[in-house]
């Protein structure tokens, strides 16, 4: 069921509203993303929320992005 993307969206739908869990973006340290391609993806999510939190932790939120290649290479 869950190879099936109208199905998988219903079951996700459901688990969000029934087991989330609240956080605020002062709680989160880190996003990271697998590649250094996928960080502007991720920014432009992250400012959707701009409405929702404002555009100063928004922004502050963008900053906390890195990818796990760029960690593999410093550390």
Known sequence: DFLNESER???NEDISCQHSIPFMPDDIRYLIV???????????????????FGGNQVKILTTRIIAAERIREDF
Not at 34 to 52: G, N, Y
């Open 9 to 11: 969206k219903k079951f």
């Open 34 to 52: 697998s590649t250094e391609e996928e960080i502007l993806t991720l920014a432009s999510d992250v400012e959707k929320l701009r409405s929702k």
